[in-house]
């Protein structure tokens, strides 16, 4: 049972030093009890009290982690029923089915799909994280065939589907490195099932027909000394389960009801034969609480409005999507080529950049840090002023790349153009569009 605040509390040093971030130790107790605040914050905890704290530091949704190195897929970890709580920790995994009844051709057009199928959006790559090798033929040897076909032709994590603990232990023979997810323990095979993920230290996915038998069979599982686990309540229709997926998203964390804290795998494609249909419950699930989303293929159409929608859901409300400062080429620039500023919130960034692109005109673009603020936010916050761009124009760099003096601040800062001739000496300030849809035909009458 995890433990209350007060109980956490009598662990703590008690010296009320805040160098956790709390004000006092109770405070802190109160948020580890209540999963807000991670134990390791707290750098004087004796390891006494660390191992007896360990439960009740641990999220309310264990995390379990599938897969190795870059790869490696890592879920679970919530905290909050809602995002605007706090936020949402780690995105759910995107997984494609490939299976063992499938011809060649198609697993490797599928394969093919799994690894080509990827985006950039705000500097990052979005894309599918598993592949799901499902056993439909009972037959060990041709499953073992394509796990390893799988493993050798992708680099994404792997989950292994079959109820017949031979059939996963052909499949963990050649892909047991990967640390592939074992889907799925049952009522029947736990025990079995059970020794294969612990002799092979791989998650574990448990599967039941009902939230309470799934709780029964994680309880059994933890007490056979499995600890990593990805649940399925059995739940083929949409409405089940959703409800499903709130009930244990909301045992787990208001009631800290430890059989159920774990993330959860859904199937969409079990839920309908309609590709455009299983791309909306898959929608449902990306937001409401899905750790891993079986899909039964990969189409652009579909996977890229997941991603993103996943990009969106997953992101910190408190900290805004932010790009790294510093001077961006676009469209590779020279000595004479216009230099542009602006300030280091993502969207702007995107955005100028994209009208720069846009325009042709092999440009400089310096981004000024501003803490993930846009340039009106900062510029009023004081973070894109005279004061705080000069330093960064001076010490980026950029006079070492142009030969003219010439610096294209935002139309939205025009207010600093006086105060920037005066730090940066030597500088003609120009005051660029307040719209970024301006930029192209701005800079195409530009001239060094
Ligand atoms: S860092 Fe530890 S000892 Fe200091 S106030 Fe926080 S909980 Fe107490």
Redesign the pocket.
């Known amino acids: 049972m995890a433990l209350t605040g007060i109980e956490i509390f009598k662990l703590?040093?008690?010296?009320?030093?805040?160098?956790?971030g709390?004000p006092?130790?109770l405070a802190?107790a109160m948020k580890l009890a209540a999963g807000k605040a991670e134990l390791s914050?707290?750098?004087?905890?004796s390891e006494e009290a660390k191992a007896k704290l360990s439960e009740a530091a641990a999220p309310p949704i264990l995390p379990v982690t599938i897969g190795v190195g870059e790869r490696a897929l890592k879920v679970g970890g919530e905290t909050v029923m809602f995002r605007h709580e706090k936020r949402f920790e780690n995105p759910p995994g995107l997984a494609l089915l490939v299976s063992d009844t499938m011809s060649d051709a198609e697993i490797d057009r599928r394969l093919e799909k799994f690894n080509k199928l990827q985006y950039e959006r705000i500097g990052l790559t979005l894309r599918g994280n598993l592949v799901a090798v499902r056993c439909d033929s009972g037959d060990a040897a041709k499953f073992e065939a394509v796990a390893g076909k799988v493993k050798k032709n992708t680099d994404g994590g792997i989950i292994l589907m079959s109820t017949n603990p031979d059939i996963l232990a052909a499949g963990l023979k050649v892909c047991a490195d990967r640390k592939p997810l074992l889907y799925a323990a049952t009522e029947e095979n736990s025990d079995k099932v059970a020794d294969l993920a612990k002799g092979s230290s791989c998650p574990l996915a448990a599967k039941a027909s009902s939230v309470e038998k799934l709780a029964e069979l994680t309880a059994k599982l933890t007490s056979a000394g499995v600890k990593d686990m990805v649940i399925d309540s059995g739940s083929r229709t949409l409405r089940q389960a959703f409800e499903d997926q709130l009930i244990i998203r909301s045992t787990a964390l208001t009631k800290k009801f430890r059989p159920l804290g774990f993330p959860t795998i859904v199937f969409p494609g079990e839920m309908t034969d309609d590709p455009m249909k299983e791309a909306v419950i898959a929608s449902i699930f990306v937001a409401k609480y899905g750790g891993i989303i079986v899909l039964s293929d990969f189409q652009g159409e579909s996977l890229f409005p997941l991603l993103v929608e996943r990009l969106n859901i997953y992101t910190d409300p408190q900290r805004p999507l932010a790009t790294k400062e510093g001077i961006y080429e676009i469209g590779s620039p020279n000595e004479n080529s216009p230099v542009l500023i602006t300030s280091n919130f993502s969207l702007t960034y995107f955005i100028v950049s994209g009208e720069i692109e846009t325009s042709r005109v092999p440009s400089w673009l310096l981004v000024k840090d501003t803490e993930g603020l846009s340039v009106v936010t900062a510029w009023a916050a004081g973070k894109f002023v005279a004061d705080a761009i000069a330093p960064f124009v001076k010490k980026c760099g950029i006079a070492d790349k142009v030969k003219h003096r010439k610096l294209v601040i935002p139309g939205a800062a025009a207010a600093e153009s006086g105060g920037l001739e005066e730090e940066l000496s030597g500088w003609e300030i120009q005051v660029g569009p307040r719209e970024g849809s301006h930029i192209p035909a701005y800079l195409k009458t530009w001239k060094p």
Do not use: A, H, I, M
């Not at 703590?12 to 956790?20: A, R, V």
């Not at 914050?41 to 905890?45: E, H, K, R």
């Open positions: 703590l040093p008690k010296t009320n030093c805040k160098e956790c709390d006092t130790c802190f914050l707290c750098p004087y905890v």
